[in-house]
């Protein structure tokens, strides 16, 4: 696949950062297909003001971690199913994506559009967090799920995720560890430059 048809997701680090949502806005004016709000600590009215500070045509391309029922309150793109929050809302039909860690996982939830699997790298953001796989397993993937790359994903590694069966990349530490505005924005620069 090649790298400029891989999908592009951007995972907001565990705290909110001040000004996140026009970092996030940085992050769809430069493309990218997907945000995760991903705030495990963080109260459903923190997460809801951060929605209220992104223009609404981005909405539809936001995805929550968790505070399931905004997503009735928002034209929101969707939820993101992991151990802390592992199943929608009853009645819930709507786009959904899950967070993996192990390749046999990845064939247990079809109902999902996208599946993370992680970490494909060691982590920029969590210390000690190694890569769980080894070129061979990620190379055989299966092609008919859509599987994104996630854990360490920096520029240099896109080349490489674009050679294997991945549908796309998803970046945390790269993005946030930025100091500023300007740095978040010259990373997500090095990105769009592949």
């Not at 430069?30 to 951060?50: E, F, M, N, T």
Request: proline fraction near 7%; include cysteine.
């Amino acid at each position: 696949m090649e790298a400029d048809s891989l999908m592009r997701i951007a995972i907001t680090p565990p705290d909110i950062r001040i000004g996140e949502a026009a970092m996030i806005t940085a992050v769809f004016d430069a493309g990218w297909d997907y945000v995760h709000l991903r705030h495990p600590q963080a109260s459903a009215r923190d997460i809801k003001r951060i929605i209220e500070d992104i223009p609404q045509k981005y909405h539809s391309r936001l995805r929550l971690h968790g505070h399931f029922g905004l997503v009735y309150e928002f034209n929101l793109g969707g939820l993101h199913l992991n151990s802390r929050c592992p199943e929608p809302p009853a009645g819930y039909n709507g786009p959904c994506s899950r967070s993996c860690h192990k390749v046999s996982e990845l064939t247990q939830y079809p109902q999902c559009d996208y599946l993370t699997l992680s970490p494909v790298f060691d982590s920029v953001s969590k210390p000690g967090y190694q890569a769980a796989f080894t070129a061979s397993q990620l190379h055989d993937l299966p092609a008919e799920i859509r599987v994104v790359a996630l854990g360490g994903v920096t520029p240099e590694h896109i080349h490489w995720i674009s050679m294997q069966p991945f549908a796309g990349y998803a970046v945390l530490g790269y993005l946030w560890n930025a100091v500023g505005m300007t740095d978040f924005k010259r990373r997500l620069n090095e990105f769009n430059q592949i």
